[in-house]
């Protein structure tokens, strides 16, 4: 296979920005020999794939991931949650294409199929398939030294802020959590002994391999239902915000169900009375109030339950909103609020969520799960008794993530069964031991995870080269204390001591701490100025890259983040952060477009270096070099795109990254081939900047036309995207 770089081509906002950078890198790129091909994986392309409307290109990728010729880019995309993937299937139905309808309950096998094609496409479908490696995400120097330079504000909490976080502590998934390390290659299984004695099984085969941690756990529904009582009974009688945090998206099948059992406490009386009817209509509350709403008017008594809703939100304890302008609240969709970004966003908010008059107030946090809610339980503890983190002189919290293989809670959905009837689960081996077991009742959230040894390996392996290339102390996040941590500290600690596994650990300062410890220490180490590197499992990788940018730089899309692939190939994903759904508003609206690409900047350097080596392209190395030294340049004259209209947006923050970049490579002198062919366009886009900073500005202000949302018309978002004709006419002549 020919060594390419491939640019993926994803949603909403990151796709947008796609159609205005793409076209400079692919030109830039060109004319170093370094070939660049896109392939579509966004929520759209994947839902035709299913039905062979389009390649399947996230197959695609997913193979190529796991060879040593993978140098992939990729961007965020929407991780769909049903109301989302319903609205997908809508447009793309509208559009002509003949996809089903997403069949809410199946009935007969070939609606079975069409659910079983879709579910492939729910909740976080590609970054899994994708992540054949561990996780390796740093702010860059420059980012670190701009934030210093330019501080963003994180908002004091008052003085007597009532700002908490609620989670169960007992009878979770933290809680009741077993944990084996398998001795051998084996191929499991899943069964449920029921009360009156029949089994079900509920995986006939999960094949393991020697070495591999494998875990399981359950939540209880009763005392879930005895936690959502009280938190809502405290969130009325401390007069705060109710907001639920949770990751349905990427714990498509776990999340949303607490979810809906969310959403039918806090609507209590309504399910009591009106359960049935809705039930009867196919609506569930695991898609969210949104999706109930949407669907009252075709119901006989849909004005009278309405009525009922309203009264409750009046009420009930009051709910945090998502936009308060339109109405939806905390409650409408599963992945409106998704705790990486949510919780960060209300600590450098001063501990404040938006209320239904679009006041901000102060909020009980509920995180119905304990495994890592402690986390931000002592972030939110540290500010409020020493105050907010300042951006100026803070010090930094890179993270090496265990990830690959779909390793943990993140690759446990297809383990995922919420307990058909009451019994016994047990996870037994292929000679027919019971491993694991738990007695569970009817509407328990029981779940299996599985962590297998190489990915351990070369996590183990990534912080300590980490820990000695950045010379910054490193800590595990792990709790002895919890079954599946005291399994992995038992393989940490083996390895480190292993120099076959990590090479010379002299000099390396390394610990393990328990997250809620490992939180305090470095918060204290941050607030001193200095680093150190989080090492811990696949949820806190997730959850700590959003965090600490975003105290740290205000934002976590200005993320270096590598997935050095296992096979030997690299994986560079563009920021830490998501596809930013409100950015695509305010384009529509006014034609403008803040989506900050530093993300895509970053990643590209590094996958021009792999390029280079892989396909012994000097020049690629050149182009990297070239366009490190002008994404330096671009943080330094501050061209990244405002808030506000009126101001470079993200096609402006491109142009100026295309002015750096041609001329750090008509300046260099390693290759003078490219020098000189860069030469003119570097003088042209100088000379020409008035001109085109003008041409993208008039555009502003008016809606913008882009042809759909989840499969936005080509030619309408080019038009949109690339509006200034000097511009274009310089990038598409070099
Ligand atoms: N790697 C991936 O593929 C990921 C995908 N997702 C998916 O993204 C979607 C949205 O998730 P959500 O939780 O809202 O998180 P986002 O990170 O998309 O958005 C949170 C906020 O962060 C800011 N932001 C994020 N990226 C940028 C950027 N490049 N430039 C400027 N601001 C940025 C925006 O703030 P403001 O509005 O103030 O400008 C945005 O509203 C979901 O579908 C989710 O599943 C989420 C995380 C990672
Ligand atoms: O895949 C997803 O849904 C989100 C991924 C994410 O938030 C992350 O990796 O930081
Ligand atoms: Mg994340």
């Not at 309203?310 to 304890?317: N, V, Y």
């Not at 390895?495 to 390396?508: F, H, I, Q, R, W």
């Amino acid at each position: 296979m020919a060594t390419r770089i491939i640019y993926t081509h994803t949603d909403e906002a990151p796709l947008l920005a796609t159609y205005s950078f793409l076209p400079i890198v692919s030109a830039y790129a060109a004319k170093a020999g370094v070939e660049v091909e896109t392939r579509d994986i966004s929520v759209a392309s994947r839902i035709l794939a299913q039905f062979g409307l389009a390649d399947d290109a996230l197959g695609e990728l997913g193979d190529l991931a796991k060879t040593p010729e993978a140098n992939i880019v990729k961007l965020p995309n929407i991780s769909a949650s049903i109301p989302q993937l319903k609205a997908a299937i809508k447009e793309l139905q509208e559009k002509g294409y003949e996809v089903p309808d997403y069949p809410e309950a199946p009935s007969t096998p070939e609606e079975e199929e069409i659910r079983a094609k879709y579910d492939k496409v729910k909740g976080s479908a590609v970054n899994p398939v994708l992540r054949e490696g561990n996780s390796d995400r740093r702010a860059p120097g420059s980012v670190k030294a701009y934030a210093k330079a330019h501080p963003h504000t994180n908002k004091p909490f008052s003085d007597n802020s009532k700002t908490e976080v609620a989670t169960m502590g007992a009878h979770d998934f933290k809680s009741n959590e077993k944990s084996v390390t398998l001795p051998a290659d084996d191929t499991l299984s899943i069964v449920l002994e029921k009360a009156d004695g029949e089994t079900v099984t509920l995986l006939a085969e999960l094949p393991v391999l020697e070495g591999e941690i494998v875990d399981a756990t359950y939540m209880s529904v009763a005392h879930l239902h005895a936690f959502l009582e009280n938190v809502l009974a405290k969130a009325k009688a401390d007069d705060v915000l109710f907001s639920l945090h949770l990751k349905a998206t990427m714990m498509k099948v776990s999340d949303p169900i607490i979810f809906g059992h969310v959403v039918k406490a806090y609507f209590k009386d309504v399910f009591e009375k009106y359960g049935a009817d809705l039930q009867a209509a196919g609506i569930s509350a695991n898609d969210g109030l949104g999706a109930i709403l949407s669907e009252l008017p075709k119901l006989e008594k849909g004005a009278e339950i309405e009525e009922a809703i309203k009264a409750t939100i009046e009420s009930g304890p009051r709910l945090s909103y998502v936009n308060s302008d339109k109405g939806i609240t905390n409650l409408h969709v599963p992945s409106d609020v998704i705790i990486d970004a949510s919780i960060p966003a209300l600590v450098r908010n001063g501990g404040k969520l938006w209320g239904a008059d679009g006041g901000e107030d102060d909020t009980l946090a509920v995180i119905p799960d304990s495994s890592y809610a402690g986390v931000y339980r002592t972030v939110i503890e540290d500010v409020k008794k020493n105050g907010p983190l300042d951006p100026a002189t803070i010090g930094t919290v890179p993270n090496v993530g265990l990830m690959a293989q779909k390793a943990e809670e993140y690759g446990s959905h297809d383990k995922t069964f919420e307990i058909p009837a009451a019994g016994t689960v047990r996870v037994l081996n292929k000679a027919g031991d019971v491993l694991i077991e738990h007695d569970v009742e009817a509407g328990d959230i029981w779940r299996a995870c599985q962590t297998k040894d190489v990915p351990i390996r070369d996590w183990v392996k990534l912080a300590v080269s980490r820990a000695r290339d950045s010379k910054t102390p490193a800590v595990f996040w792990l709790d002895e204390s919890r079954a599946h941590d005291a399994a992995l500290i038992a393989k940490v600690t083996k390895y480190l001591a292993d120099s076959s596994v990590v090479g010379d650990t002299e000099g390396a300062d390394i610990k393990i701490l328990a997250p809620e410890a490992a939180t305090a220490y470095s918060l204290e180490r941050l607030r001193n100025g200095e680093d150190t590197i989080s090492v811990t499992g696949n949820v806190l990788r997730d959850y700590n890259t959003d965090l600490f940018p975003i105290l740290e730089v205000g934002t976590s899309a200005k993320m270096l983040s590598i997935v050095p692939l296992i096979a030997g190939g690299g994986l560079f994903e563009t920021g830490a952060g998501g596809s930013a759904p409100k950015h695509v508003q305010q384009l529509v609206e006014e034609d403008y477009l803040r989506w900050d690409s530093l993300g895509e900047f970053f990643a590209l350097v590094p996958s021009f270096e792999k390029y280079a080596e892989q396909a012994s392209a000097p020049a690629a190395k050149v182009l990297a070099a070239a366009l490190d030294r002008a994404t330096a340049t671009f943080l330094e004259n501050d061209r990244s795109p405002g808030r506000k209209l009126g101001t470079t947006d993200n096609r402006g923050s491109h142009f100026y990254l295309g002015l750096y970049w041609a001329q750090e490579l008509a300046a260099q002198t390693e290759d003078t081939e490219l020098a000189a062919a860069f030469k003119g366009l570097a003088e042209t886009l100088a000379a020409n900047e008035d001109k085109i900073v003008e041409e993208l500005l008039a555009v502003q202000g008016k809606p913008a036309d882009i042809g759909g949302y989840y499969l936005p018309d080509p030619e309408k978002v080019t038009t949109v995207m690339r509006p200034s004709a000097t511009l274009n006419e310089a990038i598409d002549s070099l």
